[in-house]
């Protein structure tokens, strides 16, 4: 369940444009699904979750995708803002008590 | 609503001292606690869980110990520190429904820098 990663993959992305950061995620038989959002210095915040019944599920300004198929996970942020200039991570429950989390994936917004 | 805390925000120890680092849940009962280090610009790693007190799962093995003295009280531990041991620490928890599967939410971390 550790996470590992050297350098963060970052995406750049224009403000007022839309982002998608991708996730894969290892195990078929997971059944839940959470992005975070981790700004500096802070703790990961929760976003939004999906459960594997479902394919799309939409917050503010969020929509996550889940893809059963391809083991594929992915966070749509609509009208990206400096405030969403963060490290985002997605995480899968691994058992009853744990997380999975995905290495990270780094959003810079451009003004 | 529920709230958790972790203290103190930042330490800056010596090698060879020892560490306390404490982790409180307000406004839930028998959660599920959590320890996490995070390396600078890398992802989360699970050090100890616990569901219930006094119960405790470690992860890997390491300089550090965990205990949960009270439901809603988690402390991470070490007798004597390594400068491995410095990152941020983050404590989370989780509610326990049964036949759910929940989210954990996260403290706002401890920064440990070990000279």
């Known amino acids: 369940g550790e996470s590992v990663g050297l350098h963060l993959p970052t995406l750049s992305v224009q403000e007022g444009d839309n982002s998608i950061i991708n996730c894969a995620y290892s195990n078929s038989a997971s059944d839940y699904f959470i992005w975070y959002k981790q700004e500096s210095g802070k703790g990961p915040q929760f976003i939004i979750d999906?459960?594997?019944?479902?394919d799309k599920r939409q917050g503010q300004r969020v929509t996550v995708l889940l893809n059963k198929t391809v083991k594929h996970l992915s966070l749509q942020i609509a009208a990206t803002q400096p405030g969403d200039s963060a490290v985002y991570f997605c995480?899968?429950?691994?058992?009853?008590?744990?997380?999975?989390f995905g290495s990270g994936t780094r959003l810079l917004v451009r003004p | 609503s529920q709230t958790i805390h972790q203290w103190p925000a930042t330490l800056v120890q010596p090698v060879g001292s020892p560490l306390s680092l404490e982790c409180t849940v307000e406004?839930?009962?028998?959660?599920?606690l959590y320890w996490y280090r995070q390396a600078a610009g890398r992802g989360l790693q699970l050090l100890f869980y616990?569901?219930?007190?006094?119960?405790i799962s470690s992860e890997v093995p390491q300089n550090l110990s965990a205990s949960r003295p009270q439901d809603r009280q988690f402390i991470l531990s070490s007798k004597k520190l390594l400068l491995s041991d410095s990152g941020f620490y983050l404590c989370a928890w989780r509610p326990v429904r049964i036949g759910s599967v929940d989210t954990q939410y996260f403290g706002p971390g401890t920064r440990l820098t070990v000279l």
């Open positions: 995480a899968e429950n691994g058992s009853s008590y744990k997380l999975i």
């Open positions: 999906i459960r594997s019944n479902m």
């Open positions: 616990s569901v219930g007190i006094g119960q």
């Open positions: 406004g839930t009962s028998n959660p599920n």
